[in-house]
T-cell receptor, first 109, second 114 residues
Framework: GQNIDQPTEMTATEGAIVQINCTYQTSGFNGLFWYQQHAGEAPTFLSYNVLDGLEEKGRFSSFLSRSKGYSYLLLKELQMKDSASYLCAAMDSNYQLIWGAGTKLIIKP | IAGITQAPTSQILAAGRRMTLRCTQDMRHNAMYWYRQDLGLGLRLIHYSNTAGTTGKGEVPDGYSVSRANTDDFPLTLASAVPSQTSVYFC?????????????FGPGTRLTVL
């Protein structure tokens, strides 16, 4: 079957670094997406990886290992506004997104 | 309008009633999707449309129907609502059909079925 696993909740301190992990199992693979979702709002796109390695975009970076079925989202210099849920989603062979349940990130001052 | 709009924002509905959730996009995207989001679960695909005139079933299609008469609109209908359909419903769109591309989401409809 198809499955995405990510931690339910994480806590970090303002100004610090946090890494949110995601493992996936899909029928075929066409890339790994990360979305951010603030409470009561819609998900918004953060990053896309299809090749192994690290993609950096400002304070956010995303890593992919296809052989391990593993990705992580790295957030640096955490700000209070980064408090949100982070959704991992893998695209299968039919170009459908399989979503994880999301990781709620709590930032403390 | 810019992006995707959904209506209504929220709705309380009696079980057994019929309800249509509206979704409109102005980005001329080919593909559109309906998801439901429940606490502790990931977004689950209800129905999708790769292009105007075609629709397909997602992971949880039972109790829901969709139509795609034109590029912009993708309404979701609950023929006879049940309490288990209480959820937040998101409409999304993406540029390509069967291709890689980010999905853009509407603001969501919070539906409560009593």
């Amino acid at each position: 079957g198809q499955n995405i696993d990510q931690p339910t909740e994480m806590t970090a301190t303002e100004g610090a670094i946090v890494q949110i992990n995601c493992t996936y199992q899909t029928s075929g693979f066409n890339g790994l997406f990360w979305y951010q979702q603030h409470a009561g709002e819609a998900p918004t796109f953060l990053s896309y990886n299809v090749l192994d390695g690290l993609e950096e975009k400002g304070r956010f970076s995303s890593f992919l290992s296809r052989s391990k079925g593993y990705s992580y989202l790295l957030l640096k210099e955490l700000q209070m506004k980064d408090s949100a849920s982070y959704l991992c989603a893998a695209m299968d062979s039919n170009y459908q997104l399989i979503w994880g349940a999301g990781t709620k990130l709590i930032i403390k001052p | 309008i810019a992006g995707i709009t959904q209506a209504p924002t929220s709705q309380i509905l009696a079980a057994g009633r019929r309800m249509t959730l509206r979704c409109t996009q102005d980005m001329r995207h080919n593909a559109m999707y309906w998801y439901r989001q429940d606490l502790g679960l990931g977004l689950r695909l209800i129905h999708y449309s790769n292009t105007a005139g075609t629709t397909g079933k997602g992971e949880v299609p039972d109790g829901y129907s969709v139509s795609r008469a034109n590029t912009d609109d993708f309404p979701l209908t609950l023929a006879s609502a049940v309490p288990s359909q209480t959820s937040v419903y998101f409409c999304a769109s993406s540029e390509g059909t069967r291709s890689v591309g980010e999905q853009f989401f509407g603001p969501g409809t919070r539906l409560t079925v009593l």
